[in-house]
């Protein structure tokens, strides 16, 4: 995964590294391509 995208997930989620990676990948595959939109549109 995209590094800035973990910050990304990190910042929204309201958690450090670890918990935030533990959370993510604990989503299910529909809510993690949610976040992965939410965050490409916050880059443009």
């Known amino acids: ?3 800035t995208l973990w ?3 990190i910042k929204k989620l ?3 590294y ?3 990676k533990t959370v ?3 989503m299910p595959p ?3 391509e949610e ?3 939410e965050y490409e549109a916050s880059q443009k």
């Open 24 to 26: 993510f990948d604990a």
């Open 7 to 9: 910050l990304f997930a």
């Open 1 to 3: 995964m995209d590094f």
């Open 18 to 20: 670890d918990a935030a």
């Open 30 to 32: 529909e809510e993690q």
């Open 35 to 37: 976040l992965r939109k």
């Open 14 to 16: 309201g958690q450090t």
